[in-house]
């Protein structure tokens, strides 16, 4: 039987910690609305990213669009077409208009030379991307932002616990957004967390995910049900045990990777960002067809044949998925368009380990040899 390398594989605790976690709840009967695993991970979670606050909720999309609402946000919003189509969603969702700016062909994050000629009177905000967990130029976003009169709202799907210098990635623009969907690399099943330090904007978050409720006479936002279950809070409590561990041993695959693909001529492999402690979330190579020989789409296709599925992560645009059809112009931000077009990401999990990306670079340097 062929064995599958699949592309992504959850981060598990063991079954007997995780039981011991969700034991007590089977007395309480306390399954969610802010039980004590929630107001448990809520404290760990804040400590760890080194944040004034951190709200956990119900998934990452839920926190792009509390942020959204939370800040206020009227009008445009400038950001990238290269990411998950969550991002778009969040800002057309809140009925705000999304203004595509073009990326870094390094980085894949917000070209911020491009985002000047992106504003007008009507912006409202800038919502970049941590695209695969590399870090935007938050110092130049930042300075733009301060000369405008601009909100940041960070999405940091992909960086979980990264670290720029001493500062917790959580830490950067007006609020930054993450993820903790089960293919993470911290995960709570489902589950995302509104960070902050603006302490005005704690009760109106907190309330927005919970219906707009203060108590059980006053009802001051129009709010969603945005908030986290006890067994997701539960598994959040595990996995933040084990993150260190779970980021070493992608480490290891991922620089194997790194030594085994460098010298492949048509491969351009992730950078590496200096003064940043990576999460090593994803390992996205672009397939450069001249060089390489073939495109992006053979080689994925001849890898599934032997078993190993990667993603053509992020394609399409989003700026050119059906949903927004003839709305926006994909071709305005012809970076981010040239790179949708030859991306794929690699396998990578904690489990994959140093023989797995061997197994996967192996194949990949066959395919280009044969
Ligand atoms: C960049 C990005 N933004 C937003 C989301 C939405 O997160 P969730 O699936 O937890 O709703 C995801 C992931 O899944 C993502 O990768």
Known sequence: MKTIIPVTRSSMP?????T??????WDSRWLTNNGAKHEAFKAELTAFLGVPFAEPVVNGHTALELALGALGITGEVITTPFTFVSTTH???????????CDIDSKTCCLDPEKIEDKITERTGAILPVHVYGHVCDTSAIEDIAKRH???????????????????????????????FHATKVFHTIEGGAVCFSDPALSERIRETKDFGIRDEEHVDEIGGNGKM????????LCNLRHFHRAVQSRKAAAEHYRERLSEVEGL??????????????????????KLFGKDRNVLAEKLAEKGILVRKYFYP?????ECYRGRFKPEETPVALRTAERVLTLPLFEELGVSGAEKVAEEIIRIKNA
């Open 317 to 321: 645009l989003t700026s050119a998925m």
């Open 90 to 100: 969040a800002i057309v969702r809140s009925g705000l208009e999304p203004v595509f």
């Open 14 to 18: 063991s079954l007997e910690e995780y």
């Open 149 to 179: 009169g601009l909100k940041v709202i960070y999405d940091a799907a992909h960086t979980f616990g990264e670290r720029v210098g001493e500062k917790g990635i959580a830490s950067f623009g007006d609020i930054s957004c993450f993820s």
């Open 229 to 236: 279950n006890e067994f997701s809070a539960a598994m959040g």
């Open 268 to 289: 351009i492999l992730p950078p590496v960002q200096s003064g940043v402690t990576p999460n090593y979330a994803y390992f996205p190579v672009v397939v450069d067809e």
């Open 20 to 25: 011991e976690e969700i034991r007590e709840l």
